[in-house]
Nanobody
Framework: QVQLVESGGGLVQAGGSLRLSCAAS????????MGWFRQAPGKEREFVAAIRWSGGTTYYADSLKGRFTMSKDNAENTMYLQMNSLKPEDTAVYSC?????????????????????WGPGTQVTVSS
């Protein structure tokens, strides 16, 4: 099993920045890829970004490219989501996820079903 814990969420004004962290523990050797998703009130969970654990290839939701950047620290089993120029519509619970699948492309990595483990999420609130 893999345990994921997010941190770094909070309240920020529009235009501000936040950096989310996701720490993985347990059988981390089983992780091939990781992702971030978010869910706003009354909306479905949506893909934010994904990263290949070995190599660092990334995918982003088209609407977030240029504002959000995903990175990782393999030695610390931690990945990050740097969010800049935040907007009120970015308000959501942000969750990290890990996949045991060796396949990694934009078709797979954007799907909720691709991921095997999920963190509880961290709230991000952007005020106008």
């Amino acid at each position: 099993q893999v345990q994921l814990v997010e941190s770094g969420g909070g309240l920020v004004q529009a235009g501000g920045s936040l950096r989310l962290s996701c720490a993985a523990s347990g059988r981390t050797s089983s992780i091939y890829n990781m992702g971030w998703f978010r869910q706003a009130p009354g909306k479905e969970r949506e893909f934010v970004a994904a990263i290949r654990w070995s190599g660092g290839t990334t995918y982003y939701a088209d609407s977030l490219k240029g504002r959000f950047t995903m990175s990782k620290d393999n030695a610390e089993n931690t990945m990050y989501l740097q969010m800049n120029s935040l907007k009120p519509e970015d308000t959501a619970v942000y969750s990290c996820a890990a996949s045991k699948s060796a396949y990694f492309n934009s078709n797979y990595a954007t799907r909720i079903q691709y991921y095997d483990f999920w963190g509880p999420g961290t709230q991000v609130t952007v005020s106008s």
